[in-house]
């Protein structure tokens, strides 16, 4: 199966259910703490930052610059997926697929940005939900959680409502794009599409 054939095959009858979009598994990481028994009483122990210690740092300051939080090796890109045809006043669905090519997995957000062809607009509900729309509905945005491994996906699918105007052939200008602080390679970050305008999406009439 072509991997246009497998995302509409999950996309199913339901833009609400997100069946479709690749659930990103994101690292979690928790604190291990003593018992309370063994926990120190309050004012015993190591003296605070600055007191009796000349080398400590200030309150609220880093001891050692290195232990902050660098952004991973990874590299985004966008693959291109034109939405199915559809009429003039008719619908489709643009399927926005953002990949990591590793060799890290992403520990950043990144974000998605669809700009669509004039004639067309978006319509919600969007997966995820947290896209919305701006520029009149022109353009949508939607954020991903830190933590898509190496060669693995996420989707977001954008239901889109053609002009009754749109004149029948192929709307060009779109563009689907993804902006991430660990992306380091970012020639392949934007992937245009197109959508086909025909006369009818419906079966043809038997004669």
């Given at each position: 199966?072509?991997?246009s054939g497998s995302v509409r095959r999950l996309l199913g009858r339901s833009l609400v259910t997100g069946c479709v979009v690749a659930v990103l598994a994101a690292g979690q990481a928790g604190a291990v703490c003593?018992?309370?028994d063994k926990a120190p009483a309050p004012g015993v122990g190591a003296p605070a930052p600055g007191a009796g210690d000349p080398g400590a740092p200030a309150p609220g300051t880093t001891a050692?610059?290195?232990v902050a939080?660098?952004?991973s090796n990874s590299d985004l890109y966008v693959v291109r997926i034109d939405p199915d045809p559809a009429a003039p006043g008719g619908s489709t669905v643009l399927h926005a697929f953002v990949g990591n090519l590793g060799p890290d997995r992403?520990?950043?957000p990144f974000t998605v940005v669809i700009t669509l062809?004039?004639?067309v607009?978006?319509?919600p509900p969007f997966f995820p939900e947290n896209c919305y729309e701006f520029q009149n509905g022109h353009r949508v945005r939607c954020t991903f959680p830190a933590g898509l491994p190496k060669?693995?996906?996420a989707t977001a699918l954008i239901p889109l409502r053609l002009s009754p105007e749109v004149p029948l052939g192929t709307l060009a200008g779109g563009y689907v794009a993804v902006r991430g602080d660990d992306d380091r390679i970012e020639s392949n970050n934007r992937q245009p599409f197109t959508i086909e305008v025909v006369e009818s999406t419906g079966p043809r009439p038997i004669v």
């Open positions: 199966m072509t991997r003593p018992p309370d050692d610059p290195a939080a660098v952004p992403t520990a950043s062809p004039e004639g607009t978006a319509e060669f693995r996906s």
